[in-house]
C-alpha cells in the first residue's frame, strides 16, 4: 500500500500535471495547441547540434523519444507544481474550492501562454482544478488526526483515513481520464489504405504497378520490393509534430530576389503539368547499411516553370527553401530547377508526416534537400546555412553511391544454396552494377539486377546466388552510371554522408 500521507503532495502533483496533459491532447491531439508541443519545441531549439547529430548517428530515431519525454516530463512538472501549490492553499485556507480556483486559473494561464490558445486552454486547466479540488485539504502537519470540531464547515474530514481515501479518489479518477484521453485519441497510422486519392491521380497507380513490377523475383518473403509503401516510408523530421496545414490554408511563396514576388495556391499548382515520378529519398545521416532509403511514386509538377516566371536574380544563383515546421535549406537554383512540387505519393495525398500538402523533391540529392510543408522558396544575393548545415552537416549536394544488403536479404533456399538480395542507388546517375564478393573480397561477381526504369532517380534491386561451403564474408559494392566505384573507405555519416561497403557474416 502506497504510504499517501508522505508522498500526498507529490502524488497528486504529478497526477493533476498528467491529467493536464491528457485533457489538452483530448481536444487538441498532436496539434499545435496540445501543451507538450511548444515545450518539445523549445527543448529541440535549445538542443546543440553537436548533441543532435551524436543523437541521430547513435539512437536514431529513438533521439525523437528522448525530446519527446523531456517534453512530457517538463509539463507534467509545471501543471504539476501549479496543482502543489493549489493544494496547500486549500490545506491554508481549509477550503478546497480555493485552491482549487487558483490551481485552475493558474493552469489556464500557463496552457494559454504555452499555446496562444485561450479557449484550448481550459481543456488543461479543468482537469488540474477538478484534481485539487477532490484532493480536498491535506492533513495538519502532525499528521496522524485532523480535529474534527476545528475542520472548516462542510468539510467533512475527520481522519487520515478520509484523507487518504480522498487523494486516492483523485488519483484514480485522473489516472481514468488520462487512459480515456489517450485510448479517445488513439490516432490512426497513416497508409496506403487510409489516406485518400490525390488529386490528378489518375495514372498514378499504373505507375506504381509499372515500378514495382521491376522487383526481381527473390525467396525472401520479407525484403522491400521497388516501390515503398506509404506506411514503411522512413521519416526524418526536426520536430516531433508535424505542422497540420489543409490544401486550402496551403501556398508558396517566391521572395527575395525576384523580379516580381508570386504565391502559388493549391488549385493552382494541381492544374499544372501532371507527372508521376519514381523518385528515391536517402538521408545523409543514414548508415552505411541502415534504412533511411526509401522510393515512391509522387505525383506532382515540374519546378522549373514556376522559377522563371518569377525571374531570379540573386547574385549567388542559390535559394533558401522553408517548411511550416522552421525548416530551412539552401542549395543552387539550378538544382532547384530540376526539383518537382509533389503532392501526392503512390497515388495518395501526401501524408501528414512527409509533408501535406505539397513538398518538393530534389534529384539525385541528399534527403534534406527535399522540403516538406513547403511554403516559401527565397532567392538570395549571399550563401547561407540551411537548418543542418548550421548543424555541421554538408548534406545538400548529390547523394552517395551504396550496394544495401539487410537482414532479410539473406535467405537460405530449399535446395541449400543461399539467395543475397538488396537494394543499390546512386541518385541520377544510375547504378550500372553490383558486385558481390562471398570470399571477403578476393573474386567478384555481377549481381542480377533489376530492369532500369525511364525515371532519372531511382534505385535498383540486385540479386545474387551462391552455393555455400562453411561461413563466408560477404561484401557487395555498388559501380554508377559514370563507372564509379563506391569508395571502400568507411567513413561516418556525419558530415557529408557514410562511405565504405557493406560485409556481413553469412553462415551456412
Ligand atoms: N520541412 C521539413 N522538410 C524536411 C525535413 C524536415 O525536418 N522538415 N527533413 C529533411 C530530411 S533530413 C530528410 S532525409 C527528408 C526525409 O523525408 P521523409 O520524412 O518524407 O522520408 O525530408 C527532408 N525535408
Ligand atoms: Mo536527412
Not at 492533513?139 to 487518504?164: I, K, N, Q
Not at 539552401?330 to 509533389?342: C, H, K, W, Y
Amino acid at each position: 500500500m502506497i504510504d499517501v500521507s508522505k508522498h500526498r503532495g507529490s502524488l497528486l502533483a504529478v497526477t493533476a500535471g498528467a491529467a493536464a496533459v491528457a485533457g489538452s491532447y483530448l481536444l487538441a491531439g498532436w496539434s499545435p495547441s496540445f501543451v507538450v508541443r511548444p515545450v518539445d519545441q523549445a527543448i529541440v531549439n535549445a538542443t546543440p547540434g553537436a548533441i543532435v547529430t551524436f543523437m541521430i548517428e547513435t539512437v536514431g530515431d529513438a533521439g525523437h523519444l528522448v525530446h519527446i519525454a523531456m517534453a512530457f516530463a517538463t509539463v507534467v512538472g509545471l501543471f504539476g507544481a501549479i496543482a502543489f501549490a493549489g493544494v496547500r492553499l486549500s490545506t491554508r485556507t481549509g477550503q478546497s474550492t480555493v485552491g482549487a480556483a487558483v490551481a485552475g486559473i493558474g493552469s489556464w494561464l500557463l496552457a494559454a501562454g504555452l499555446t496562444g490558445e485561450p479557449i484550448q486552454g481550459v481543456a488543461a486547466a479543468l482537469p488540474v482544478a477538478a484534481v485539487v479540488a477532490v484532493a480536498g485539504p491535506s492533513p495538519s502537519s502532525t499528521g496522524r488526526r485532523v480535529d474534527t470540531e476545528s475542520a472548516p464547515a462542510g468539510e467533512s474530514l475527520g481522519t487520515v483515513d478520509a484523507v487518504r481515501r480522498r487523494t486516492l479518489g483523485a488519483v484514480a479518477a485522473a489516472v481514468a481520464f488520462v487512459a480515456a484521453a489517450a485510448i479517445g485519441r488513439r490516432s490512426v497510422a497513416e497508409d496506403d489504405d487510409s489516406l485518400a486519392d490525390a488529386p490528378r491521380s489518375e495514372g498514378a497507380t499504373a505507375r506504381v504497378e509499372e515500378v514495382e513490377s521491376t522487383s526481381l523475383a527473390v525467396e525472401s518473403e520479407d525484403l522491400l520490393g521497388m516501390v515503398t509503401p506509404i506506411g514503411e516510408f522512413y521519416n526524418v523530421d526536426i520536430a516531433e509534430f508535424d505542422p497540420a496545414l489543409t490544401a486550402n490554408e496551403w501556398s508558396l511563396t517566391f521572395t527575395g530576389e525576384v523580379e516580381t514576388e508570386r504565391t502559388v495556391i493549391f488549385d493552382e499548382l494541381i492544374d499544372r503539368p501532371v507527372e508521376h515520378r519514381a523518385v528515391t529519398l536517402r538521408c545523409v545521416g543514414e548508415q552505411l547499411n541502415g534504412r533511411k532509403l526509401d522510393n515512391a511514386v509522387w505525383t506532382g509538377t515540374p519546378i522549373r516553370p514556376l522559377l522563371e516566371s518569377v525571374d531570379p536574380e540573386g547574385d549567388c544563383n542559390c535559394a533558401m527553401l522553408r517548411g511550416e515546421d522552421g525548416y530551412y535549406v539552401q542549395f543552387p537554383v539550378d538544382v532547384l530547377a530540376e526539383g518537382f512540387l509533389a503532392w501526392g505519393m503512390n497515388g495518395k495525398e501526401l501524408p501528414t508526416g512527409h509533408g501535406h500538402p505539397v513538398r518538393v523533391l530534389i534529384p539525385g540529392h541528399w534527403g534534406e534537400t527535399n522540403v516538406k510543408w513547403l511554403t516559401e522558396i527565397e532567392l538570395l544575393n549571399v550563401e547561407e546555412d540551411g537548418y543542418w548545415e548550421e548543424r555541421g552537416w554538408e548534406g545538400t549536394g548529390e547523394v552517395n553511391i551504396v550496394a544495401k544488403l539487410w537482414d532479410e536479404g539473406v535467405t537460405t533456399l530449399s535446395d541449400g544454396r543461399i539467395e543475397l538480395a538488396g537494394h543499390a542507388y546512386a541518385g541520377t546517375r544510375g547504378i550500372a552494377r553490383v558486385e558481390v564478393s562471398t570470399d571477403g573480397g578476393d573474386s567478384w561477381t555481377d549481381a542480377t539486377l533489376s530492369d532500369p526504369l525511364p525515371d532519372a532517380d531511382v534505385w535498383r534491386q540486385w540479386r545474387h546466388v551462391f552455393d555455400p561451403d562453411g561461413t563466408h564474408d560477404v561484401v557487395v559494392r555498388a559501380v554508377d552510371g559514370e563507372g564509379t566505384l563506391q569508395t571502400r573507405t568507411p567513413s561516418d555519416p556525419s558530415p557529408t554522408g557514410s562511405s565504405g561497403w557493406v560485409r556481413r557474416t553469412v553462415t551456412e
